[in-house]
């Protein structure tokens, strides 16, 4: 009977043992799961920043040029301002300092009018209007485009839809704040900025 229970006694100390090894088993192979887990996290992250900085700068630039294009475009005692940030056109007197008038756009308003800025003196394609208000590049925009067109002058102006509603308002805002600017459209190909002197 003695000898039963130390044989019980001593199987249950195995048992626990191997219950024990199991746990920890499991618990280092989840804390390595985590492991894994944050450090992609962290990779994610740090690619993501990149990315960010790289849009960043690559947005800076363009408003930079659009700010000197359109500053080209208009009267030595005026100053024009972009604010990406707030996307605001401000139209400064260089005379005695102070606001001559100032637009904010949305969102989709300031991509139109970066792009037609960025294109000018030539004129910014459909595709490249239509491609800054969605996530499709030029090209995508192009075979779709190039799609609606064999379907007829109704599916081309529907899928244009969203840049005529944009380019409505930049027109309206740009009237305020540059009223001698002008946006032209160029038949089957895009539209352009052009000056009333033109």
């Known amino acids: 009977m003695l000898c039963q229970q130390d044989s019980y006694g001593s199987q249950k100390k195995y048992s626990s043992k191997l219950i024990s090894k199991s746990l920890k088993s499991t618990q280092l192979l989840f804390f390595t799961e985590i492991l894994e887990d944050l450090l992609l996290f962290f990779t994610l992250l740090d690619d993501l920043q990149e990315e960010s900085v790289h849009m960043t700068t690559s947005q800076d630039l363009q408003v930079q ?4 294009v359109l500053q080209s475009l208009l009267s030595a005692n005026c100053k024009v301002e972009l604010n990406a940030k707030t996307r605001m056109l401000s139209l400064l007197s260089t005379e005695t300092p102070h606001i001559l008038e100032q637009q904010q756009f949305t969102v989709n308003e300031w991509n139109i009018l970066l792009i037609l800025l960025v294109s000018h003196p030539h004129y910014a394609p459909y595709e490249t209007l239509l491609a800054s208000l969605t996530s499709l590049s030029p090209s995508e925009c192009r075979k779709i485009l190039h799609k609606a067109h064999q379907q007829g002058p109704k599916m081309l102006k529907r899928e244009l839809k969203p840049v ?6 930049v027109r309206m805002k740009l009237n305020y704040v540059c009223p001698q600017l002008k946006i032209s459209l160029i038949r089957e190909l895009g539209y352009s900025l052009t000056t009333s002197s033109n």
Request: aromatic share 0%; charged share 20%; glycine share 10%.
């Open 65 to 68: 040029v659009a700010e000197s």
């Open 164 to 169: 005529q509603r944009a380019l409505g308002h």
